[in-house]
């Protein structure tokens, strides 16, 4: 199992990682709202490499009309820190373990460089008009054979606090799903006067990033 996590510089929330827990759902962090949305979007082994090449580029949000701008990418020297694992039932596994930089490069086919613990965007939004800028970091990386994908954390500025993933697996029949699960809350006390706002945008999105892989 390799999996990558960056937590140096504090996000706005404190759980970093949470969308991993089996129980999020039941119990999410305190004072956060949990959701989760599963599709099967394909099957063999094509369309599962396609569709997690998307999700490490970019692609899904990029085609479901939001504009990402990179602001920052950790160099390979950095590392990589592995993060306690669990099974289904929430029993710890593996301990956590700091790994020494491999000097690997990660490429999709077209040439572009797949996702990375630590790295930093901008997401601009469009909704009613407006454009909402929202600063994101991504907090982990999961790169097992048949399971793939990543987690961001809000930084400042992002209208909401929390945590959202995007994990793409093909189970033993060959079928591929799309997983995604997210913990928010409003930002701050005026962005709390837009909570219903903020959610159905939310919801909005995380259609259009199910749509984008099923018709992709």
Known sequence: ????????????????GATQAPDLLQYPPKGFRPAEYRTRIGHGDARFEAAWAAIMTWKVQ???????RVTSTPSFEEGAYTPVT???EGN???????AAPTGESHFSPEGEPFLVAGTEAV?????YG???HAPVRVVYV?????????????????????EESWVIDQTDDGSVWLTVRVFSKPANWK?????????????????????????D
């Open 191 to 215: 962005w709390r006067l837009v909570a219903p706002f903020l959610r159905l945008q939310q919801t909005k999105y995380t259609q259009r990033y199910l749509r984008v892989l099923v018709g």
């Open 86 to 88: 669990f099974d289904d």
């Open 130 to 132: 407006r454009t909402v």
């Open 62 to 68: 990029e085609r479901s009309g939001i504009r990402v």
């Open 1 to 16: 199992m390799r999996r990558q996590t960056h937590t140096e510089i504090q996000t706005t929330y404190g759980q970093v």
């Open 92 to 98: 710890p596994l593996d301990p956590a373990d700091y």
């Open 123 to 127: 997401l601009d939004i469009h909704a």
């Open 142 to 162: 999961i790169d097992d054979p048949t399971r793939k994908g990543f987690a961001y954390g809000t930084l400042d500025g992002h209208p909401e606090s929390g």
